[in-house]
Nanobody
Framework: VQLQASGGGLVQAGGSLTLSCAAT????????YGWHRQAPGKQRELVAA???????DYADFVKGRFTISRDSYRNMVYLRMDSLKPEDTAVYYC??????????????WGQGTQVTVSS
């Protein structure tokens, strides 16, 4: 499984960006996708996730501002980010989960894409 993230950039506070993640390879058994982010000096944290069944989950700090979506035909996952704040500045990583069992997964990561929000 290979994941290619794109769409990061520099934006002013209050602005919007849409990140894209293209999945290729042996993707037929993946059951969930998502985005994490990592700011300098901080741990990587989950931002949003979506299952192949369409169930979505968001971190509290992005609820109402970010929207995750998936295009199963194009094998793409998107993160629409609105009302961006300087504290959203981070490297954003997409991920995809391959289920190994009832509770175990194998998580694949894409390369990060930098999002910088200026005040």
């Amino acid at each position: 499984v290979q994941l290619q993230a794109s769409g990061g950039g520099l934006v002013q506070a209050g602005g919007s960006l849409t990140l894209s993640c293209a999945a290729t390879g042996r993707i037929w058994s993946l059951n969930a996708y998502g985005w994490h982010r990592q700011a300098p000096g901080k741990q990587r944290e989950l931002v949003a996730a979506i299952t192949t069944g369409g169930v979505k989950d968001y971190a509290d700090f992005v609820k109402g501002r970010f929207t995750i979506s998936r295009d199963s035909y194009r094998n793409m996952v998107y993160l629409r980010m609105d009302s961006l704040k300087p504290e959203d500045t981070a490297v954003y990583y997409c991920h995809a989960d391959w289920p190994l069992g009832v509770t175990e997964i194998d998580r694949y990561w894409g390369q990060g894409t930098q999002v910088t929000v200026s005040s």
